[in-house]
């Protein structure tokens, strides 16, 4: 049976009307920066859980998850109607390969998400390893508006943390676009513009991408880094592009 433990509503940040940030005390089991929880709510007497990236890194004490609001879901929108102090259930073990000890040795590491799917890879960022153990780390963000573009702050800080070995390319795929990328990944990756962006090439060589967001992004872009020469990477069988579905 699954086990569910009480999660306190600390603090909400509202990026938009649609996009919304918990931060929350409960009593996890460590995790691996990357990993995911599920989060619950008891709906007309029914357990209704998800599965949410942590944002936070494994060292940070509250936990945070980072969602949109699915209007004919179950869940989100009641979640998204959460005050601090405010409870829901968690599931206290985290699961997920999206993390650094599955990526193999690589000089630049290319971490592209679309939406909400941002969130695991602010957890990798924010630990050491991440800047210990790449030469040149990618953030590539797709999102339809500006107005999508969270953790600014989070990312500024970031920069100055590690100045050029973070490179933050946003795409803005439904709005004028400015000095960003107005393409999705896999259209930026094939017209070489990401390259040309970020100075760097993408090559089985050099080169380790992970993955995560709509399972037709991961799938255009596997595709298009196939082309490339990268391939899937599998613990059997090391590849170049790692990427977790579960949705
Ligand atoms: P989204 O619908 O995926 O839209 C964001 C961006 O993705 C837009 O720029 C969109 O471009 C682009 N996009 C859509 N289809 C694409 C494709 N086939 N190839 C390349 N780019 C594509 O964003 P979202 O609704 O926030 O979805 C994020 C996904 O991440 C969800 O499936 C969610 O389950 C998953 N996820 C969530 C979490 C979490 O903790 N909340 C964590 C990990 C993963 P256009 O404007 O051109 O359509």
């Known amino acids: 049976m699954t086990e569910w433990v009480e999660a306190t509503v600390v603090e909400r940040r509202d990026?938009?009307?649609?996009?919304i940030s918990l931060r929350f005390e409960a009593p996890m089991e460590p995790f691996k920066a990357g990993q995911f929880i599920r989060v619950g709510l008891?709906?007309?007497?029914e357990r209704i859980g998800r599965?949410?990236?942590?944002?936070?890194?494994?060292?940070?004490d509250l936990h945070e998850i980072y969602f949109n609001i699915v209007e004919e879901g179950p869940l989100s929108p009641r979640l998204a109607r959460l005050q601090p102090g405010d409870r829901f259930w968690a599931v206290?073990?985290?699961s997920g390969f999206l993390t650094l000890d599955e990526v193999p040795e690589a000089r630049h590491l290319w971490l592209l998400a679309t939406g909400t799917a941002l969130g695991p890879f602010l957890s990798?960022?924010?630990?050491?390893?991440?800047w210990e153990r790449f030469e040149t780390i990618v953030l590539g963000h797709s999102v339809r508006r500006r107005s999508e573009l969270a953790y600014g702050d989070t990312i500024q800080g970031l920069n100055e943390a590690h100045g050029d070995q973070l490179c933050f390319v946003p795409f803005i795929t439904r709005e004028p676009c400015g000095e960003h990328l107005g393409q999705r990944i896999p259209a930026c990756i094939e017209s070489g513009s990401l390259e040309e962006k970020t100075g760097l090439v993408l090559s089985p060589q050099d080169s380790h991408v992970l993955l995560c967001g709509n399972s037709?992004?991961?799938?255009d872009t596997l595709s298009v880094l196939e082309k490339r020469g990268l391939k899937?990477?599998?613990?059997?069988?090391?590849?170049?592009?790692g990427m977790e579905k579960y949705h």
């Open 15 to 19: 990026w938009n009307d649609e996009l």
């Open 42 to 45: 008891d709906i007309e007497g």
């Open 51 to 60: 599965p949410y990236s942590l944002v936070n890194a494994p060292h940070e």
């Open 92 to 94: 206290p073990k985290p």
């Open 124 to 130: 990798i960022l924010k630990t050491p390893a991440a």
């Open 216 to 219: 037709a992004m991961l799938q």
């Open 232 to 241: 899937r990477h599998r613990r059997r069988e090391p590849g170049q592009v």
